[in-house]
């Protein structure tokens, strides 16, 4: 760091007590800090990018840009040994990120089966920044597919031409999965002109959810923002300046407020945080069981008909009710106190509507329109129910919901619970936090935070059987 310009205050201590254990090193403050306190500059020029490597008229000639630009930089960077200047900084990154990317297909059957992860990856579009992220649903293996098909139209073609020099043993498929992971859970937002990139000592901190106690900012000359023109000339003149920098620089650098030694990756579920980082949080409340709009048609059509199914669905979406949706799927999410969405006891109500009650909504419906939630549903006790009287006052969201909760819906939320729980398998929620006990978070990685994941999505599930059950007393159907 040091050789690279990067100034890292005395406040910090690099500790590696973990790298023999597997733990890899940690961030430690050696005395307390105060909120605003600039601990660390790094130069831009200390980042490995597409402008600062090696392989930049490489990456810009074949047209890559983006995370795929600056995997090929880190392959290249690596493929170079001692020669790259990022030597000392790579030699310290794992091989890859233990990432269900990287896993093998047995592996992703055997940990993930039944969790959210293994039947609908979360893949964020936007990444590695945490903001306005876009979330897409698919399996595993068609995220290996479409990745090796990045590598077969992207990267190949460079090792076919001769022209770049590249060996295979450093450009193959495996190694691309490898830099992937690595680009996917390290890699920082630096600049518009850099865009991502690697960045040494800030992918050090370990996160924490749901607190941003480190701060990433970026720091530009004023005289670079008004340059003309698309060449980038002022950012490029300035990317090597930076030395020190505090509040008054006009120098171009990325620069570390500390709060306290965590950092934080975004407010995510454990599906989230294993797909992208490898590791999973026990409590993590950012956890999210889903029950696809499939397995409710299911268990509907099993309980009384294809045809009533289609029936009532229909009706709940002429109301203007739907799940989440994402790509080809839909789904309701049970959050992590076990609450159900508002749209799935809307769909259970409808479903368990006596046939005068559900005619008559029907001939209603083109009415049924008020100015927010609250009222849509009060008005749909109103046309279903023979005597109903809203409370005095304004109801409160969750009191909407009760007013859905009969002794049925609680029946039929336990009985989806119990489908959606199906898919782990035989075991048992206590066999598998029995087993999560003995396992080694270092030596069975893999199996360790796949049982967080798996016994946290199960522990919502019982939660979920608790909200229906402590509501079915006494309640009419």
């Not at 040994?81 to 990317?101: H, M, N």
């Not at 304004?394 to 989806?416: F, G, R, T």
């Amino acid at each position: 760091m040091r050789s690279h310009g990067i100034d890292c205050s005395d406040a910090l201590e690099l500790d590696d007590a973990g790298s023999e254990s597997g733990g890899g090193i940690s961030v430690r403050a050696v005395c307390d800090l105060t909120e605003g306190d600039l601990v660390a500059t790094i130069p831009k020029s200390a980042c490995l990018t597409i402008r600062t490597s090696g392989a930049r008229d490489m990456i810009e000639s074949a047209g890559l840009a983006g995370y795929l630009g600056l995997v090929v930089a880190l392959m290249f960077e690596r493929s170079r040994g001692p020669a790259s200047p990022w030597q000392g900084y790579l030699q310290l990154l794992p091989e890859r990120e233990c990432v269900p990317l990287v896993w093998s297909l047995q592996e992703v059957d055997t940990f993930l089966s039944g969790t959210e992860l293994h039947m609908r990856l979360l893949i964020l579009i936007n990444f590695p920044f945490h903001s306005d992220l876009e979330i897409s649903r698919q399996t595993v293996k068609q995220d290996k597919t479409f990745l090796y098909e990045d590598w077969r139209e992207c990267i190949e073609p460079l090792i076919l031409s001769g022209e770049w020099n590249l060996d295979r043993d450093n450009f193959g498929v495996e190694q691309y999965f490898s830099a992937k992971s690595l680009v996917s859970s390290r890699s920082f937002k630096i600049d518009d002109y850099h865009g991502f990139g690697m960045v040494p000592l800030a992918d050090l901190f370990n996160h924490k959810t749901g607190a941003e106690n480190v701060h990433f900012t970026s720091v530009c000359s004023p005289s670079s923002s008004d340059d003309e023109g698309d060449d980038h000339a002022g950012d490029e003149a300035n990317d090597d300046k930076l030395l020190n920098v505090d509040s008054n620089t006009s120098s171009s650098g990325f620069t570390i407020h500390l709060f306290q030694v965590f950092n934080t990756y975004g407010s995510m579920g454990n599906a989230a945080l294993l797909h992208r980082y490898g590791f999973t949080e026990a409590d993590n409340p950012f956890d999210i069981v889903n029950i696809d709009v499939a397995l409710l048609v299911r268990w509907c059509s099993s309980t009384f008909s294809n045809r009533y199914a289609r029936a009532r669905i229909s009706l709940w979406r002429r109301l203007n009710y739907s799940g989440c949706t994402s790509q080809h799927t839909e789904y309701f999410e049970i959050s992590y106190d076990g609450e159900p969405q508002l749209d799935l006891l809307v769909l259970l109500y409808i479903i368990f509507l006596v046939d005068d009650a559900y005619e008559k909504l029907s001939y209603m419906v083109d009415a049924f329109d008020g100015p927010d939630e609250s009222t849509n549903i009060v008005n749909l006790i109103k046309i279903t129910r023979n005597k109903f009287r809203k409370a005095k006052g304004q109801k409160k969201p969750e009191d909407i919901k009760e007013l859905l909760v009969s002794d049925n819906v609680c029946s039929a939320l336990i009985s989806l619970a119990d489908l959606r729980e199906s898919l782990y398998g035989t075991s048992s929620l206590d066999e598998n936090m029995n087993m999560l006990k003995r396992c080694c978070p270092v030596k069975d990685r893999k199996l360790y935070h796949s049982l967080i994941l798996r016994t946290s999505e199960r522990m919502i599930l019982a939660k979920l059987r608790d909200y229906a059950l402590k509501r079915s007393t006494g309640k009419k159907a």
